[in-house]
């Protein structure tokens, strides 16, 4: 999902609608349904919509490479974990990929109707590529160019993503946010984060350093 899957990961051009500025700034930035819990793995990414307790998608590991997303180069997410049931409508769930960067974007679709991000699942003799979702354990990985030709010498947005998994009775499989700068040509200050974010490999937090 960054799509993380930037999902991201994750914001293209090509997804961008077009509405009002007011709408834009009710969508930005994407609240934590709590600020100290952060997703497991590789992110600065945090849990939204419900409690991660609450979240029928057990991440066991969010990896997004590079973190924070960037300009022209390869954004690489993968998402992992399991489901402990067979839900009814699993096979129909859907994954909703939305976020400001810096206009407000959309897409939703049914899992298995994506061609990116893809569903990967371990069987006896290796793996079993493409969705739906599916009990037990599941990856999905995804892999974006996400390329910058403006004119201006600088580019800079502040950006925020949120991708959701949910069934067809709109109960949450995973959900999760992230907030971050991306900036072209890359700047020292390119990995500061946008809100709440915790280091998780050098164990300091980072406090609205970029707003």
């Keep these: 999902m960054l799509s993380i899957f930037y999902l991201v990961l994750l914001a293209q051009a090509a997804l961008v609608s077009s509405i009002t500025r007011q709408q834009v700034i009710s969508k930005r930035p994407f ?117 910058w030709w403006g004119p201006e010498p600088l580019k800079k947005s502040n950006c925020s993503v949120e991708v959701t998994a949910k069934l067809p009775d709109e109960r949450i499989l995973f959900s999760f946010a992230t907030n971050f700068t991306a900036q072209w040509p890359p700047s020292k200050s390119e990995g500061l984060m946008l809100g709440r974010v915790q280091d998780k490999e050098a164990g300091t937090s980072f406090e609205d350093r970029v707003l």
């Design 31 to 147: 609240m934590p349904w709590d600020p100290h819990v952060d997703v497991e793995g590789h992110n600065h990414a945090y849990y939204t919509q419900v409690e991660r307790k609450d979240q029928l998608f057990r991440i066991t590991d969010l990896s997004i490479y590079p973190d924070p997303p960037a300009l022209n180069e390869h954004n690489f997410v993968l998402v992992a974990g399991s489901i402990s049931h067979d839900y009814p409508g699993l096979k129909n769930a859907t994954l909703k990929i939305s976020g400001v960067c810096p206009d407000y974007y959309e897409i939703e679709k049914r899992i298995d109707e994506l061609r990116g991000p893809i569903v990967r699942r371990r069987v006896l003799h290796g793996y079993e590529y493409g969705g739906p979702l599916r009990k037990w354990h599941n990856e999905m990985f995804y892999d974006l160019f996400w390329p």
